[in-house]
């Protein structure tokens, strides 16, 4: 059990096992994007390590950037997703794939992918390194995706609870007596 700030936390996802995940979704992209020079665009700052981790075992010629969008609160969306460093490069008749650690209600990356449509983008996909399907609020299509997990707050590996735990190595969920 971990504490930050006024919450525990509990290991749910060791770092052995979510690497083994991540290179199976390398060797994917690898296959599917070959010849295609992708666009990655990594979502800050929680996909800060999920995309290291990536790119480390992606062999295929690709160029990356990134985006900081932000609209969680403490451990609810606020609603709004604010666009604190946005994108730099063209994205038009590009092969991008987004990099984000979760899709939680859908809202941020139902929003980054009609921007990134509208800006001509040959296809857009999404690789997720989390997914909470009961949360799910929008129409998100996910292609790349790592673990479906239930609808309970987590951190560690790029997941923040009010910025903290960002740099655990492994998945930890929200302690919530009984449910552990
Ligand atoms: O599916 P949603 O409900 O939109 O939630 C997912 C988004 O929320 C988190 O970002 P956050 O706003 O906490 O910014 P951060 O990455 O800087 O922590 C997370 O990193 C995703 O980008
Ligand atoms: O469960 C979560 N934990 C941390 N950040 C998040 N952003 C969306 N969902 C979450
Ligand atoms: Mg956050």
Do not use: W
Not at 31 to 58: C, M, Q, R, S, T
Not at 73 to 80: I, P, W, Y
Not at 105 to 131: D, P, R, W
């Amino acid at each position: 059990m971990i504490t930050i700030k006024d919450k525990t936390f509990v290991p749910f996802l060791e770092p052995v096992e979510l690497e083994k995940r991540i290179v199976e979704l390398a060797r994917e992209l690898d296959k599917d994007y070959e010849g295609k020079n992708p666009l990655f665009i990594v979502v800050l700052k929680g996909a800060f390590l999920f995309a290291a981790e990536l790119f480390k075992h992606l062999s295929t010629p690709c160029e990356i950037t990134f985006v900081r969008l932000s609209s969680y609160e403490s451990m609810g969306s606020s609603g709004r997703v604010k666009q604190i460093i946005g994108l730099e490069e063209s994205v038009q008749d590009r092969h991008v794939v987004i990099v984000e650690d979760i899709v939680d209600t859908g809202l941020t990356m139902a929003q980054l992918t009609a921007q990134l449509s509208g800006q001509g983008a040959s296809s857009v996909e999404i690789a997720t390194l989390l997914h909470k399907p009961d949360a799910l609020r929008e129409d998100v299509r996910i292609r790349y995706l790592g673990f479906k997990i239930e609808n309970r707050f987590v951190v560690g590996f790029g997941l923040d609870y009010e910025e903290h735990g960002r740099n655990l190595a492994g998945i930890h969920v929200l302690y919530e007596k009984g449910a552990e």
